[in-house]
């Protein structure tokens, strides 16, 4: 599996390359710029870019709008943002467009397992949402936010490890219950949403596209 990384943080870059290395990654090349990240991807056509939003100039937003270019250039290309902040509304149009697409807090990321398997299950066409930015919008729902209200307190958890890009069965044994049981709360999220009958896949897509809409 082939990886570009980009981070304006030399230590952090290279860390996270030696990780992926001892992993049975190849990093192709590691980058400091938007620039940099968009030449690379160009020249080494990787699996999956790990993106820093905020990176020089202006240390905004760079590495979003690079990441939403390569989406836009390489519409098979794997991309895993990482932030120090929750940007999930400001990332909204780059979500929209397809799978393969992940945002990770740097903090919240304390176990190299489960990074490095957040990575694979990107490569495949998953989703990964780090839980603090579903967390960030669940408890910035008030009033008005629609379809979101319709959710009870347990439906709420199940999205919020959807969001994850948790299975059904990951998420059965997380909240200690029944397959069946998430099943049921999963067919009444999508009911709820008013999301048509689609394939599941798609759909845990939408409901997860519903908590960024509600930042907005």
Not at 30 to 57: F, K, N, S, Y
């Amino acid at each position: 599996m082939r990886a570009v990384i980009a981070d304006d943080s030399v230590l952090l870059r290279e860390g996270i390359a030696g990780l992926l290395l001892n992993a049975g990654f190849e990093v192709v090349a590691t980058v400091g710029t938007a620039d940099a990240l968009l030449q690379a991807v160009g020249a080494h056509e990787p699996d999956i870019a790990i993106v820093d939003i905020r990176m020089p100039p202006t240390h905004t937003d760079e590495g979003l709008r690079a990441a939403t270019q390569l989406r836009h250039d390489h519409p098979k290309l794997a991309i895993l943002l990482l932030s120090q902040w929750v940007h999930a509304g400001h990332a909204l149009d780059l979500f929209r467009n397809g799978a393969g697409l992940g945002y990770l807090l740097k903090d919240r990321v304390i176990d190299i397992d489960d990074f490095l398997d957040a990575l694979r299950r990107l490569t495949r066409g998953g989703t990964v949402l780090d839980p603090d930015v579903v967390t960030a919008l669940v408890n910035g729902a008030g009033p008005g936010r629609g379809a979101l209200q319709r959710l009870t307190s347990r439906e709420s958890q199940v999205l919020a490890l959807m969001a994850e890009g948790r299975s059904n069965h990951a998420i059965a044994e997380r909240l200690f219950l029944g397959r069946k049981t998430v099943e049921t709360h999963v067919n009444a999220i999508f009911t709820k949403l008013d999301l048509d009958p689609a394939s599941d896949d798609n759909r845990r897509v939408l409901a997860v596209l519903t908590w960024l809409r509600a930042e907005q």
